[in-house]
Nanobody, 123 residues
């Protein structure tokens, strides 16, 4: 599976962005998908994940209620709608595909990673 993230950019605090992650390969629908982010000088953190069926979603406490993850299997794409953005959301955002457990997904043990897309939130 090859993943390509897009949709990052510069936005003012309180604004919105929607990230997209396009996947190649016919097995996209069999993978759980996740978004992670890494701010300068910090470790990569879990942001959100969605199960292969789309029936379950998980969020980091820091983004719960502001971010929404979704997937469109017909388009082989997963989305991250980010609302009410804060300066602390500034980071490079990565999408990833995994076939492991819930805990492995939250811990970042994913099978495939895409290149990141930069999100910058100005105050």
């Amino acid at each position: 599976v090859q993943l390509q993230a897009s949709g990052g950019g510069l936005v003012q605090a309180g604004g919105s962005l929607r990230l997209s992650c396009a996947a190649s390969g016919r097995t996209f629908s069999s993978y759980d998908m996740g978004w992670f982010r890494q701010a300068p000088g910090k470790e990569r953190d879990f942001v959100a994940a969605i199960s292969w069926s789309g029936g379950y979603t998980y969020y980091a406490d820091s983004v719960k209620g502001r971010f929404t993850i979704s997937r469109d299997s017909a388009k082989n794409t997963v989305y991250l709608q980010m609302d009410s953005l804060k300066p602390e959301d500034t980071a490079v955002y990565y999408c990833a595909a995994g076939s492991g457990s819930y805990y492995e997904t939250l811990s970042g043990f994913m099978d495939y990673w895409g290149k990141g897309t930069q999100v910058t939130v100005s105050s």
